[in-house]
């Protein structure tokens, strides 16, 4: 129960967490109020910094989620060129978190990350089609044990300003486990063939844990 109260907390939400706090410190002793509307900001540093655990299905015929948040897209279209696929059809999954997601990142999939390409960018609202091709992003192309290129991108957003990456090229990873996080505020795609979508326009999702595609 406590855990859900106060789960534990990403690595990357320490110093903004003590930094919040400090600041609410100050401020309290400069005004109740000031005190009071900081504390609530902290409480929310907190929390958007959480770092659950999650339950996969660990089946390698189906997909799970990336990322927790809303479905914006689902739709057929060409592979990421920063990777040599435009050339390709996948089906694609756009997912959009807001500043109260959950922003810890994980693989659809068990399988090795072949490639990571960091690709700089603008910090257009994530919600737009465009942010795909214009913002900063990361991608990650990861290979199960059949052969097939799942591709994971994180985008960042209008508010986030750092991509995190948590695995490395050649690295071999467990459906579910994490890669990485946003932070304030971003958006995911996902690329993948020989799956069908199980999901819907609006639909929430639980990364690592909604079942994304079927084979």
């Not at 948590?166 to 459906?175: P, S, Y």
């Not at 971003?186 to 639980?206: A, C, G, H, M, W």
Request: aromatic fraction near 10%; include cysteine; charge should be neutral.
């Amino acid at each position: 129960m406590l855990d859900k109260v106060f789960p534990k907390i990403h690595q990357e939400g320490y110093k903004f967490l003590v930094i919040a706090a400090i600041i609410t410190i100050v401020l309290y002793f400069l005004s109740s109020l000031l005190g009071l509307l900081s504390l609530l900001l902290t409480v929310w540093v907190y929390y958007f910094f959480r770092d659950p655990e999650r339950i996969s299905i660990n089946d390698e015929n189906y997909l799970v989620s990336p990322a927790d948040g809303l479905v914006l897209d689902v739709s057929e279209m060409d592979g990421p060129k920063e990777l040599g696929l435009e050339d390709k059809k996948f089906k694609k999954v756009s997912i959009f978190m807001n500043v109260f997601d959950c922003h810890v990142n994980r693989s659809p999939c068990s399988g090795k990350i072949t490639e990571i390409i960091y690709k700089p960018g603008k910090f257009l609202n994530a919600s737009l089609d465009k942010a795909s091709e214009d913002n900063e992003r990361n991608y990650f192309k990861i290979t199960n044990k059949n052969g097939e290129n799942i591709i994971v991108v994180q985008i960042a957003g209008l508010i986030a300003r750092r991509i995190v990456c948590e695995a490395i090229e050649n690295q071999e990873i467990d459906q579910g486990s994490r890669i990485g996080m946003i932070r304030f505020g971003s958006r995911v795609d996902i690329y993948f063939e020989n799956y069908e979508p199980l999901i819907k326009l609006n639909q929430k999702t639980i990364a690592g844990e909604t079942l994304l595609a079927k084979k």
